[in-house]
């Protein structure tokens, strides 16, 4: 059984910064791409970022170009997504998901990061971004 878990969400004020982990356990980051998305109240859910270390590649919405940053740490089977100059508009539940295969990340640029594309889904951290 695969699991991903999220955490590292809070509260911070605006222009701060938080760094958001996602653990997988029953398989390992080879093969596969790792997508983070978020929901806000009212809103679909939105594919900020994905990345592959099997065929290498990243993914960031415009949303969150120039301020967010993925990672992995193969060692210990970590994605992690550090969050820099938060805003408002951020606030939102963040989830981590496992696409089966790398091309998903690959096109994201093109077809754009589809919740449709990830099979497993961590259950979500809050973040909030507040004055």
């Known amino acids: 059984q695969v699991q991903l878990v999220e955490s590292g969400g809070g509260t911070v004020q605006p222009g701060g910064s938080l760094r958001l982990s996602c653990r997988i356990s029953?398989?390992?980051?080879?093969?596969?791409?790792i997508g983070w998305f978020r929901q806000a109240p009212g809103k679909e859910r939105e594919g900020i970022s994905c990345i592959s270390d099997s065929h290498p590649s990243l993914y960031y919405a415009d949303s969150v170009k120039g301020r967010f940053t993925i990672s992995t740490d193969n060692s210990s089977d970590t994605v992690y997504l550090q969050m820099n100059n938060l805003q408002p508009e951020d606030t939102g539940i963040y989830y981590c998901a496992a696409a089966q295969h790398w091309s998903h990340c690959t096109l994201a640029p093109v077809t754009g990061l589809r919740t449709v594309e990830h099979d497993i889904w961590g259950q979500g951290t809050q973040v909030s971004v507040s004055a």
């Open positions: 029953g398989a390992t980051l080879d093969g596969h791409a």
